[in-house]
């Protein structure tokens, strides 16, 4: 399995809280929806569409897979079923078995050599949405093997970022590029391999 990020960042690289006011606080967050503005870019539905039926499940950190789960359970939509029927593996300390959302899997203990391990495994793609925290433990480790951003035309200037201050410097490859009618740019990354 090849794990991929998609996620929605700002130009400065912000991504708490794009779906709603309330989706993210921490810190003081003011700025929640930041997204919601384009939220019908039919390029953005369609490549998340694309990709999101394409693959074999979810990879979470325990924030995002209780957001996700506390948000769309409530809500009528076809990604209710679809969310409901994926394999999801979530990474936490905190959690215990049994989770609430069915085809969960808890990932405990050693997250990177639990990840190393599912990506070993033959099937399609994992993708990992939200979970920050998860993305910054795994990147630098060679774990994650491609990023799709929604880049939004905006900056908030405060927010959580998708790579903090600190992150260890890391080379990414251009991979495929797409301006949307909104503005938003669906750009595609490949970590760079040191040997590379």
Not at 55 to 84: C, E, H, I, K, M
């Amino acid at each position: 399995m090849r794990i991929v990020v998609i996620n929605h960042v700002t130009l400065d690289g912000v991504m708490q809280g794009p779906g709603r006011s309330d989706e993210d606080t921490r810190d003081g967050f003011a700025h929640g929806g930041w997204a919601a503005e384009r939220a019908g870019d039919e390029a953005v539905t369609r490549e998340w569409g694309r990709r999101l039926s394409a693959g074999s499940g979810y990879l979470l950190g325990r924030r995002t897979y209780q957001d996700v789960l506390a948000y769309w359970n409530t809500q009528d939509s076809p990604f209710r079923d679809a969310l409901d029927n994926a394999p999801k593996y979530v990474a936490s300390s905190t959690l215990t078995e049994p989770l609430p959302w069915p085809h969960s899997t808890l990932l405990g203990g050693d997250v990177p050599s639990a990840v190393a391990e599912l990506r070993n495994t033959p099937g399609g793609d994992l993708h990992i949405m939200g979970s920050g925290a998860l993305i910054r433990s795994l990147t630098p480790l060679g774990l994650i093997d491609e990023f799709v951003l929604c880049v939004h035309p905006v900056v908030l200037g405060t927010g959580r970022r998708l790579f903090a201050e600190g992150f260890a410097s890391t080379a990414f490859h251009l991979t495929d590029a797409t301006p949307t009618a909104t503005g938003i740019v669906i750009a595609g990354y490949r970590p760079r391999l040191p040997h590379a």
